[in-house]
């Protein structure tokens, strides 16, 4: 995988706290800092495409299938939210 620099200025309190979690992790800081910019790029990524698909959403089919199914209430923490 092609690699790229660049000059990453941070504030020394959150570079001390990197290097001890990248010590705990027993992974270099380079690794560290490179796979916490890779949680952050899919987490930023996961949530368009979960916006993208909640607009693409239809109330009313969607209670029209919860309506059909099962036949018992929901459990305690499942219920629908309400508006």
Same mark, same amino acid.
């Given at each position: 995988?092609?690699?790229?620099?660049?000059?990453?200025? #941070?504030?020394?309190?959150?570079?001390? @706290? +990197?290097?001890? &979690?990248? $010590?705990?992790?027993?992974?270099?800081?380079?690794?560290?800092?490179?796979?916490?910019?890779?949680?952050?790029?899919?987490? #930023?990524?996961?949530?368009?495409?979960? @916006? +993208?698909?909640? &607009?693409? $959403?239809?109330?009313?089919?969607?209670?029209?299938?919860?309506?059909?199914?099962?036949?018992?209430?929901?459990?305690?923490?499942?219920?629908?939210?309400?508006?």
């Amino acid at each position: 995988m092609p690699t790229t620099n660049y000059p990453l200025r #941070v504030p020394a309190s959150i570079m001390g @706290e +990197a290097k001890k &979690a990248a $010590a705990q992790d027993g992974v270099s800081l380079n690794q560290f800092i490179g796979t916490a910019l890779a949680e952050k790029v899919s987490a #930023v990524r996961t949530a368009a495409v979960l @916006e +993208a698909r909640a &607009a693409r $959403a239809d109330r009313k089919k969607f209670d029209a299938a919860m309506a059909k199914a099962g036949g018992q209430p929901p459990r305690e923490g499942d219920e629908p939210p309400t508006k």
